[in-house]
């Protein structure tokens, strides 16, 4: 029986896991690109301690030699004194990951990636951690580097490096750190990958550039970004993609998790640690009623504020209307509108004439993607003034005497402000261990060099791992009701194409 066919008895089990919260505040800078190529633009969905300054290491890691206490070398991080630190946090990090533990537990001994070489750009943060560990669990090999120059969290890298991981990490890398990284986990000495976990695209771009034979050898590529599955997408359709890959950011139990349950736990998280506002009866625009926009309406609804909607597709703004929400024109509300939220994806959603005519006080965020969402760079005007008041706060400052409150310079609210819920990562990591085990034992010609979804059955393996940390119990199809319905008894339930 292959490692994801449900044992329904046996994944329907109870299993409580303790829940650990970590409250944290994430900065984001992007480096430049030394390449024609991408790098990472996403934000990272983790939360982070502000643990890594440390006066005593600085300077470039690179210029120095470290050991770990078995003597390894093969690694560059900020201080290895935090190693302790950053164990004791991977620990609880553990907890709130119960998807990845189950996984360690229910296939360890088949040890499915036995003999996978994994070279992985992710972020260094506790929950990709417990991912890593759990990699080596079943089986693979790894080196890691970080997919955001960030976001790694220094006593996190520095307990993998203690624990014989080959990790090249650290916060507030230059871009020229960035990509050396990325060389030196695709060439340890000897060493060679053969599969590939990307979460940007940043390190396929390089091995597509550098070491293209390498990336040839591959069985598969596991990538993460919306922003790296477009560009696998796009080299997918050039017909230039040398080898499979899964495009996790479209599975269902990531987009159908990260979008709606990350948001919904973190906008008014971010709202109240940026600016302290009362919610609570305010007016509200959110900007876009897709995954984001509607969790961002229900969240604002479930504090006691008045929420309007704009939208440009009728399906949703229909959805809008039968949610309880009005549909308007941002042009013909804006005068009264006491927060805003956009969450198209889009850009110049809120241009500057719209924030010409706020009200003095409004607050403006960004839940989307970009940065461009609310047209920030037209406020960078003479006649405007701005005004650091927190972090991740500015007033931008009218002649008249108006201000706007813009948190996190128009970028993503909730990656820049907020914790965010490790549970949805550990969704996300399971999804990505299955896909890698998928990939790595898939017998030669199931995929082609394409870009993939993971299958239904595996989507539904996550789910089914997870299930186990609320107690709950799935009802299992009888056979008069598996025949009725065409379907197997163990899944999958729905069609290729069901949208939940
Ligand atoms: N902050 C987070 O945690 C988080 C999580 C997932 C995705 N995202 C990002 O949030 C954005 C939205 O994601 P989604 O999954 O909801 O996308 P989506 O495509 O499901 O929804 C976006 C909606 O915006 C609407 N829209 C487009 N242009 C508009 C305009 N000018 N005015 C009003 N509405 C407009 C679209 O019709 C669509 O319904 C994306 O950029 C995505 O990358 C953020």
């Not at 993609?241 to 973190?266: G, Q």
């Not at 940026?274 to 625009?285: F, V």
């Not at 609320?470 to 598996?482: K, N």
Request: with cysteine; charged share 25%; net charge neutral.
């Amino acid at each position: 029986m292959p490692f994801w066919a449900p044992n329904p008895k046996a994944h329907r089990s109870p299993m409580k896991v303790a829940r650990a919260a970590r409250p944290s505040t994430t900065s984001i800078v992007r480096p430049m690109q030394p390449y024609d190529g991408p790098i990472n633009e996403e934000s990272p969905a983790v939360s982070q301690s502000d643990t890594s300054d440390d006066e005593e290491c600085e300077g470039c890691p690179r210029e120095r030699v470290v050991s770990n206490s078995s003597g390894s070398k093969d690694f560059c991080v900020r201080n290895m004194k935090l190693a302790a630190f950053g164990r004791r946090e991977i620990e609880l990090a553990e907890h709130e990951l119960p998807g990845l533990m189950a996984l360690r537990r229910k296939v360890k001994a088949e040890k499915p990636l036995r003999g996978a070489r994994v070279v992985a750009c992710v972020h260094l943060v506790a929950q990709y951690a417990v991912l890593i560990e759990t990699l080596i669990d079943l089986g693979a090999e790894i080196r890691a580097c970080a997919c955001n120059v960030m976001s790694t969290q220094n006593e996190i890298a520095s307990a993998l490096a203690e624990a014989g991981v080959p990790v090249f990490a650290w916060r507030g890398q230059t871009e020229v750190d960035f990509w050396w990284c990325i060389d030196k986990v695709v060439c340890g000495d000897g060493w060679q990958p053969n599969m590939i976990l990307d979460d940007g695209g940043d390190l396929t771009h390089w091995l597509a550039k550098k070491y293209p034979s390498i990336l040839k050898e591959c069985r598969g590529i596991v990538e993460e970004s919306v922003t790296g599955a477009h560009r696998l997408h796009q080299i997918a359709k050039a017909g230039r993609l040398p080898i499979p890959a899964i495009n996790l950011n479209e599975c269902v139990t990531k987009s159908k998790f990260d979008n709606l349950y990350t948001t919904r736990e973190s906008v008014i998280e971010s709202l109240k640690r940026t600016t302290d506002m009362m919610i609570g009866g305010k007016q509200a625009l959110v900007c876009g009623y897709g995954d984001v926009g509607k969790s961002c309406c229900k969240s604002l609804q479930t504090m006691g504020a008045h929420v309007t909607v704009s939208e440009v597709d009728p399906i949703c703004a229909l959805q809008a209307c039968m949610d309880g929400f009005k549909i308007v024109k941002v042009s013909e509300v804006i005068r009264t509108i006491d927060l805003v939220i956009t969450a198209t994806g889009n850009k110049r959603v809120i241009t500057r004439e719209n924030m010409d005519r706020m009200k003095s006080g409004a607050v403006l965020c960004n839940m989307g993607h970009s940065d461009n969402e609310i047209d920030v760079a037209s406020l960078k005007t003479p006649e405007l003034i701005w005004e650091r008041v927190r972090s991740q706060v500015d007033y931008v400052n009218w002649p008249d005497g108006r201000r706007l409150v813009l948190l996190a310079e128009g970028r993503v609210l909730n990656q820049n402000c907020s914790s965010l819920p490790s549970f949805v990562l550990s969704i996300t990591c399971a999804a990505e261990v299955v896909a890698l085990i998928e990939l790595y034992s898939a017998p030669a010609g199931k995929y082609k060099n394409e870009v993939y979804l993971l299958p239904k059955r595996l989507d539904e393996f996550v789910a089914l791992l997870h299930l186990e940390s609320f107690d709950a119990r799935l009802t299992e199809l009888t056979d008069e009701q598996v025949r009725y319905m065409g379907l197997q008894r163990t899944g999958p339930f729905k069609s290729a194409n069901y949208r939940y």
